[in-house]
Nanobody, 123 residues
Framework: QVQLVESGGGLVQAGGSLRLSCAAS????????MAWYRQAPGKQRELVAS???????NLADSVKGRFTISRDNAKNTVYLQMNSLKPEDTAVYYC?????????????????WGQGTQVTVSS
C-alpha cells in the first residue's frame, strides 16, 4: 500500500557532496516523523537524521555541521543533503517513515523502509 523510493546515492570523492531523496507514495493519510539511517559493512544500522512533521530536526553527532535533513510535505518527500563527505560516511542509506495509511474504512499507523541506496566516499 505504501512505498518509499530512495534516489541520489553514488560514488563521490572525500570532501564532495550528495543529496539523497526519498519519496513516499500509496494510500497515505499523513506522514509523521521521517528519518535517514545508514548501515556500513559489518556494522549495525544507525540513525543519521530525523525530522518531524513540523520540521524539528535531529542529527547524529557524527554528521552535525555537514548533513542537513529537510522535507517537502506536499510531495511526501524527505531529503538528506550531505556535504564534506568522509570515507567513514560510506554505507547503504535507508529512508524510514512513520505513516498513517488509509484502508477501506479505517486507518492504521506503521513504520516503512525504503530499499536503500549506496553511498561510497573515496579517499
Amino acid at each position: 500500500q505504501v512505498q518509499l523510493v530512495e534516489s541520489g546515492g553514488g560514488l563521490v570523492q572525500a570532501g564532495g557532496s550528495l543529496r539523497l531523496s526519498c519519496a513516499a507514495s500509496g494510500s497515505i493519510v499523513s506522514i509523521n516523523a521521517m528519518a535517514w539511517y545508514r548501515q556500513a559493512p559489518g556494522k549495525q544500522r544507525e540513525l543519521v537524521a530525523s525530522i518531524t512533521s513540523g520540521g524539528y530536526t535531529n542529527l547524529a553527532d557524527s554528521v552535525k555541521g555537514r548533513f542537513t535533513i529537510s522535507r517537502d510535505n506536499a510531495k511526501n518527500t524527505v531529503y538528506l543533503q550531505m556535504n564534506s563527505l568522509k570515507p567513514e560516511d560510506t554505507a547503504v542509506y535507508y529512508c524510514n517513515a512513520n505513516i498513517v495509511v488509509r484502508r477501506t474504512t479505517t486507518t492504521y499507523e506503521a513504520q516503512f523502509w525504503g530499499q536503500g541506496t549506496q553511498v561510497t566516499v573515496s579517499s
